[in-house]
């Protein structure tokens, strides 16, 4: 979350005023979390003074889109301006748009973004694949279109790090051979349009609050790689203890996207207590509950990624808490 020490803005703003952008996208989640309109508008003027009117309208855009801000036009036809100028980051979202409409079946689905209905989409619907001891594992498919999920490894993939698992002694991320794979996380300063995006929608198709999510998780599996049984949510005492709750509470539901092409083999998510197990094709989500209906740990909830035996296996990971996260509160997103 962004710190709200004097010292540290003051950096963002003069990274920002020498074109920093991570640095911008900072100073703008900060302003957003204090509700400073003022200082927004200002840097809108700034870049468009500085010579850039064309990223003051794409990034106006933005802020109109997820964060309710009013703008000079709607954000369907400053998103359109922005695409006719030729400006590629706003060509690439609009055809991310035009393929979800797509997928939807939307009979009024339109490529125009100016064009009334742009935008407009349909979560895809739920089938049950394990009911069993309090849990319940769902899969829906078609979720995502295959030019979001080849982005995402893309951009994540660059990032991808050995992984890590929480010590419950000290809380910290250690290395550990329960967990053998690599993975990124898509922070709030690189989430952009595309992010913020699949955020909303996301949270629209699984049913969650997008505030109460923790920052989505870039998993990658190579031959022989696996994530052996655990649990996601966390203990008792580390959950309800001031800094569990600080972070969100207990974690109360589990989200995955299966993303890259559909060329491996194994890496089932597995639920052993059950013998039971589900492996989504690209695109598409599995969700399951992490809590009986007492808001315990669910045992029936333990789970583990098999080894991938062909191929790379990549997921998108997200988990849900009871509360509003530091993550969620950062990002400020609302219903788009």
Known sequence: ??????????????????????????????????????????????????????????????LCCFHGWTGPARWQSLLAACCEAGHAEAQFVAAIYRDWQAMSGN???TDKPEAPGFGQWQAPDWRPI????????????????????????????????????IDPDSG?????????????????EHLGWTGKLLETRLAQAAGYTSTCGEVLSLLHYRVGEHYKAHY???????AH???????????ILTVLLTLGDDNFEGGETWFPRLDRGASPPPGALLRFNNLDEHGEPLRASLHEGKPVTSGEKWLLSKWVRQHATPY??????RPA
């Open 107 to 109: 009979p009024e689905a």
């Open 232 to 238: 996601d949510c966390l203990p008792g005492d580390q």
């Open 172 to 188: 910290k991320p250690v290395q550990h051979p329960v967990r053998i794979n690599r993975a990124a996380q898509w922070l709030p």
């Open 241 to 251: 203890s001031e800094a569990g709750l600080a972070q969100g509470g207990q974690r």
């Open 1 to 62: 979350m962004v710190s709200n020490d004097p010292d540290y803005i003051d950096t963002l703003r003069r990274e920002t005023a020498a074109g920093n952008p991570v640095a911008r996208t900072l100073l703008v989640n900060h302003w957003l979390a204090a509700d400073d309109h003022d200082a927004i508008a200002q840097l809108l003027r700034d870049i468009d003074a500085g010579g850039d009117p064309l990223s003051a309208q794409f990034l106006t855009a933005e």
């Open 328 to 333: 969620g509160n950062e990002i400020q997103l």
């Open 130 to 165: 394990v009911e069993d001891q309090g849990l319940r594992v769902e899969q829906a498919d078609d979720f995502a279109p295959e030019r979001l999920l080849h982005f995402i490894c893309a951009n994540l993939g660059r990032l991808l790090q050995t992984s890590a698992v």
